[in-house]
């Protein structure tokens, strides 16, 4: 093998235009494919800045051909040539060298290569896990490429921006105190604490709080975060997030400060015009509107509510619904009267997956006929009722379902979603992002039989709610706020409890006694004693944003070594066995349970 | 308490100027203290920024005066007040904000705070232990909010310049492999892979290569690493480096790109002027000359090997040292002749702690007589030879340590380091940058019977080296590069080998059988198949480098929450002993010796 001793590259294959012409140039990079044509050799070289034609003739260079002859792809090369302008007919429209070639006088092979496991190039269909376990060669791909190099682009910029606005990156510690609150935390056995645990932090919360006791007053940090979770297609055991706090300011300031970091972001990395103030719409109404506290709305098909107009009715169905507490709701889907009933018998499928009994339909057909299958139980005067109040018109399709509020809320939700991929209402390329605001403080949990914070317990409830928290939790609201894009969770985050009081009254308000209180956050509550200002904070997932950002539909496509689903990397094959002496020191021993259990226990 | 509701705050309390007079502005902040004079009482508000003086009285407020009376040192303030110029004998000229004050017109207490355990202020003098504890507190004090600033600054400016270079910054698993080379690992049992465990990285090292062969080219991160070894001063189990690594350069365009990151990192942060190159000095020049691979050079004060001027001596100490292959060396400190004899003998104490048996002295009297313990042995004719040798003039003292060449320089370089200090060599201010290059790779490991990495197996070693690989790995060096900062190691890094030949072969050289190294990097080798560039790196220490950037002595100073030297977290009480639960998740149990093993072990 040769080295680049005495050469130094002159710029990127992917650089190299016709102002170059006539220049000779210094390239490096990988061999990206090989053509012999015509007693020549053709090279397409690659780098991370794209790819360049070389030219090989005996008649430029003997020796830089005869090392060709012996190239092939993934090849590791360093040339030296002219550029040249390609004949009018070889010119390559798509290639932005495409009308460029470099004429290789010199030729070096750095490395050579074994057949890769697939193609380096974009949109190939290769099994995931042969990607990850390839992921050097995955990663040569321009497409993957382009995520990470789009990846530190919107994270510089966005750091830029929270350095302008006098945010200080600070970092917390990994190895920190577990606290049983919260998701399933990763533990780190410690060598010199015998039977002592770190645990790896789920969010930087507590050390951002306590930042602004310390009066640091703008904090961010790029953080990794841990959580020992069951993995689903949008989780990673280890994820990043930006993550904020700051002092003395109110939700609007926050909010105000994120459009304005997310406009720059837009403009300076994909060139994107994102309007600001972002809308903001109350979960209440993200509930009742559209089933979600994320709703993708690039469309509209909001929810109808149609209880009262059904609660006289003999329809057994829709009554006893009704009197049990229960909620009929409709979308209308414009334009879809003629959907089959193959496909409305789909949908009836499709929404029992997410619990709803039953889907009833009313086809506005455009000869003014209905297509209904529950006229004869309402009448028709009803289902024109019900038309009119779902503001359809001729050529409609309105969907009902009747079912518990959090039932409907979410299958119909789902189905508004469906039907408007299949009507293909989402502009792929559009970028809706909510605020969705003032969050239930707490969620009656069925299986602790009380409330827990739907946050976290230092989130601040609205001033107006205060006096219900220990009468009737369930009518507090708090001033928390998520960002969503696309249908997304983008972010979220809340003013802070900062006063001793109301933090005392928040526990009561779930069951957690003083002591239980002290035993968990006692830190943090001994903090707020000293003097804790007005605080709150966001936090934003990065992979997720990334990913919305560059239209993809997998996290894994924005983590350069992202886990599989089990949590496994087929890369370097983590985790591993290890050797009894390292367990020794952590004074741990490996416990596993005779396979009998595990099966009863599955 | 009360809330800020319709406040926002005009600007930061230190960024109050004369400018401001007439204007009504909104301060927030922390009491830092109360006067009450003359029917007045005088506030220190302070924030992040800084503080100013504001002036309360029942004539310009009523209730805000009222209010004051009850306010005390750290409770959290917001108030409304028009700015006047101080009254010339009021002026304070040691305060940025001296000159003018805020009259008081509303005052609203955001929160109390109990006594702190100590002054917010600086140059206190209280236990770092309860320092730590308190954490929150200590962070108010301006001199540890300046630290915090400094490193975001330094930091992100590092970044800023690293991207207009068109490096990345890649983020890359927290979660990985354990390999058993280097340190000791932190492990992190895995839930969903029974028996198994995660390792936390010691460094990003196997990823950044791997990245490499991704063609991703150039490639850094701030990343956060973990080690869990026995703590000293200057270290923490966690850690932070700004890593690198870059594709298809050589030595001297890394060096060069990190002489302009740092000279732009000084003059915008600490407005400096560093000179760049940095001098470079090889690893047994350094050592023959300084007894250290990271030499102090902000003084001279270099080694004189006076071996072979003694060879032919008969005084027995010195010659059995050299006939035992040792070496003698001295020092010639500059004017220090008149040191007092119970200071020498003071020294011949201070090298025994580094290993050296004595400690020879030349005292070059201002009379022309010298002061020596032995002349006798050596007669006035070579004791003036020595002194020839080691250029000393009329007032200069020699000091000789004869011994075994790894005693002579650590304990003649600790030696150096202690006479500069007592003779005030060292200019505090100075920043003096050295590179100390072609380090050994091999060391030759006497309790393992072989020679091992000096710095990780994929060092590559100098070209003219590579011949005696396999024959005597001593002559071998690498293409290794430390970047030495005022005699503390700041970073470094080495060209890596990335053909597989070559790396075989220093495999062999190392006794690493080709079985083990697969085992061990197996999927780095397997990366390496497929196409490698050469490339190269480094990583600078970042805790320590920020640390050294401001003079102070230990990096706690530049870590907002680090740990004590028992890994311990006096603030959150981690590491801390876990739910049952927990562990049998993990499928792990506690395995604590009794104590009398744990006793006989120690």
Redesign the interface.
Known sequence: ?E???GM??SCGCGKVTENDCGKELTL???VNTRRDHGGLIFIDL???SGIVQLVLSPQYGEEAFHKAEGVRS???L?VKGKVRERSADTVNPKMKTGKVEVVVSELRV?????T?PFYVEDGIDVDENVRLK???????RPEM?NH??M??KI??EM??FL?ENDF???????????T?EGA?????????????????PQSPQ??KQ??M??????YFQVA?C?R?E?LRADRQ??F?QLDMEL????QD?ILDLMEHMMQRVFKKVLNRDIEIPFKRIKWDDAMNLYGSDKPDLRFDMHFYNISDLLRDTGFKVFRSVLDNGGVVKAINVKGDAAIPRRELDGLVDYVGHYGAKGLAWIGFNEDGSLKCQITKFLGEDKIREIGKACEAEKGDLVLIIADKPKVVAQALGELRLEMARRMNLIDPNEFCFRWVTDFPMFEYSEEEHRYVAEHHPFTAPR?EDVQHLLTDPSKVYAKAYDMVLNGVEAGGGSLRI??E?LQEKVFKAIGISQEEAEQKFG?LLD?F??????HAGIALGLDRLVMLMLHLDSIRDV???P?TQ????P?????????DK????????????KEKDLFEKA
Chains 1, 2 share one sequence.
């Open positions: 093998m080295t680049m001793a130094r590259r490096a990079g990988w690659r780098d991370r993934e090849y590791v360093a750095l490395n050579k290569a074994k890769p390839y992921r050097y060669i995955d990663l040569r490429q990470l190099i990846r530190h994270v510089h750091r830029t350095d200080l990156e600070i970092e917390t510690p990994m190895l920190t105190k577990s049983p399933r935390d990763y533990l780190v056995p410690s060598r010199v604490n015998p039977g002592k645990f770190y645990a790896l507590l050390f306590l930042l006791v310390s009066g640091l007053e703008r990794r841990f020992d069951d055991p280890e990043t002092s003395f300011e109110d300031f001033d900062y006063q009081d830190f903090a004693k000293y003097g804790a200002p007005p983590i350069a070594f886990k089990s949590a496994i990397d890369l370097t094959q983590a985790p591993s066995t290890v050797a390292q367990l020794k020191e952590l004074h741990i021993k490996v416990d596993i349970k």
